[in-house]
């Protein structure tokens, strides 16, 4: 199929609306095998994370949250590394692709790959916070891939449109209006709808035990030029990341060869080119995040 560019991307409209919130909503962005097979992927990275014994996946990888039942596991990380392809055919669509230039430029980052999820009947609040914070001198985004739904009263996403713009003490923030500040909006979302959110914007999910499971898939980006201006990473992590993109690309088409893939075409001084060992690039270690607003350790995704 011919590659594609332009009907990926978002429309001035969007962007405008993004830069002025926070936030922007796509629904049904991922449809189809896709969804399928992510939503096949993530129930696989559940049972990972509640086997660990039973594979030689990095431990690490699996984060746990001290819940009323005990420790229940609640973030997979690196998901490129655990053995689902799902992964990297996400990654390498233009419905990916397209988002990631039009916020970022041609010269994107995907810096961040993660799933956080809430099994059935944890329902715990992950409390208000601000992903990142940063200068602003560019935009820094996730992409929220929903794999459930997540509805109003179910803990659906919350989140205070415009708080962007400045740093907030999230716990003060928290302490003065609770789960209902004045202007905040409760995100509901259906499997294969998408949220762009800056890393900025302040948000959570209030408490809401004994629901239904809840997974989102998180991919974040970052400009080349702002981790190179700001950090906290150098230009070797850099050209590793990005070394994931030919990756991504060859696997989603492989997956599809019948459907448009993405043509990306960065700047030349960041043209990725394959490592020759591809397994080196599925999982490179961040050491080293920008920091957030945060009010508990567990409160790093929502």
């Known amino acids: 199929m011919p590659n594609t560019v332009a009907q990926h991307l978002l429309t001035e409209e969007q962007i405008t609306f993004f830069d002025a919130n926070g936030y922007l909503i796509l629904r049904n962005w991922i449809q189809g095998e896709l969804l399928t097979r992510l939503q096949h992927a993530g129930a696989t990275w559940i049972e990972q994370a509640l086997r660990l014994d039973s594979h030689d996946l990095p431990r690490e990888d699996f984060i746990f949250a001290k819940r009323e039942v005990g420790e229940v596991p609640y973030r997979v990380d690196y998901l490129h590394e655990k053995g689902m392809s799902a992964s990297l055919e996400l990654l390498g669509s233009p419905e990916v692709l397209g988002v990631a230039e039009s916020l970022c430029g041609p010269n994107f980052v995907p810096t961040y790959e993660s799933m956080v999820f809430k099994q ?63 202007g905040a909006i409760e995100v509901e979302m259906e499997p294969g709808d998408v949220l762009l959110h800056d890393v900025m914007v302040i948000h959570g999910s209030p408490r809401a035990i004994g629901k ?58 960041f043209e990725a080119h394959l490592i020759p060992d591809e397994e080196s690039v599925l999982r490179v270690l961040h050491k080293m995040h920008t920091k957030g607003s945060h009010c508990s350790a567990g409160s790093v995704l929502a």
């Open 212 to 269: 239904a499971l809840r997974r989102t898939v998180y991919y974040e980006f970052r400009a080349a030029e702002q981790i190179l201006e700001e950090g906290p990473w150098d230009r070797d992590w850099i050209d590793r990341r990005l070394s994931l993109l030919p990756l991504a690309l060859r696997a989603y088409d492989r997956a599809f060869p019948d459907a448009p893939s993405y043509d990306w075409h960065p700047a030349p001084e």
């Open 120 to 182: 059935t009947g944890d329902g715990e609040a992950i409390r208000w916070h601000q992903d990142a914070v940063h200068p602003r001198r560019h935009r820094i985004f996730n992409y929220d891939l929903y794999l459930d739904p997540s509805i109003s009263g179910a803990g659906a996403l919350m989140v205070m449109p415009g708080s962007q713009t400045t740093k907030l003490a999230a716990c003060e923030f928290e302490r003065l209006n609770g789960w209902t500040p004045p």
